[in-house]
């Protein structure tokens, strides 16, 4: 609930800076978009979001916290639906959202989903990581973090601790293929931020998950302010 209504606080001012029409926007292309909501506008919008939920603490808050906004917003955002929809067709198992100007990603029992109390990899969890490989080698100039998650059994010490190690299992099994390592963060999150009840054991499944967030590194920003003059 929390979210939603920072959510709409967000869309609310976006209107008021000037989305007044619905007929004025309907043809905007994504860098139109970014033009119209301004600079100033968007690293507003990113503040008030990314500090409610978490800002750099979640991959929600890691994407919305990053937002450039103004016209290279929007090159930034064209260039993430491309990537977006890649990474869509690799893994159609992973639940891949656009937000702003960046890509969250949930790896969980259909994709990257970990046994109880373990940080390795599956041999099911690897193949699907593999699939992913290809997508980030295309596109070198995005920064990925990788945040970990448990199911509510064990102590929350106990927790954090398995959590992280699992955002590391991941990083570990990227950079091993290829990936390079100064483009991977990652978080231990233990089990916060739950996306099911911690009362059953499918529940508690689901939440022993890692989720992404992909975001424009500093070339990817300076490349999308000079495309946007």
């Not at 906004?69 to 067709?89: F, L, P, S, T």
């Not at 970990?114 to 980030?136: M, R, W």
């Amino acid at each position: 609930m929390k979210a939603t209504k920072i959510y709409l606080m967000a869309f609310a001012f976006i209107f008021s800076i000037g989305f007044t029409s619905c007929e004025a926007t309907k043809n905007m292309n994504n860098t139109q978009k970014g033009a119209g909501i301004g600079a100033a506008g968007g690293a507003i919008i990113g503040g008030i979001i990314g500090n409610n939920v978490g800002k750099g603490n979640t991959a929600l808050g890691a994407i919305i916290g990053g937002v450039v906004g103004g016209a290279a917003g929007g090159v930034i955002g064209n260039q993430m639906d491309k990537q977006a929809r890649d990474i869509d067709e690799a893994l159609p198992g992973a639940d891949v959202e656009r937000v702003g100007e960046g890509i969250k990603i949930t790896l969980g029992e259909n994709s990257v989903n970990f046994d109880l109390n373990k940080s390795s990899l599956t041999s099911t969890a690897k193949g699907n990581l593999d699939k992913l490989v290809p997508v980030f080698n295309e596109y070198p100039d995005t920064d990925i973090e990788i945040f970990g998650y448990t199911d509510s059994s064990g102590s929350d010490e106990y927790n954090l601790k398995l959590s992280e190690q699992r955002a590391a299992s991941v990083k570990t099994y990227l950079v091993g293929k290829g990936i390079s390592g100064a483009r991977i963060n990652t978080v231990g999150r233990g089990e916060a931020d739950p996306i099911a009840s911690n009362d059953t054991k499918e529940g508690m499944s689901k939440n022993r998950r890692v989720e992404f967030a992909i975001t424009a590194n500093e070339k990817m920003v300076e490349d999308a302010k000079q495309q946007a003059q």
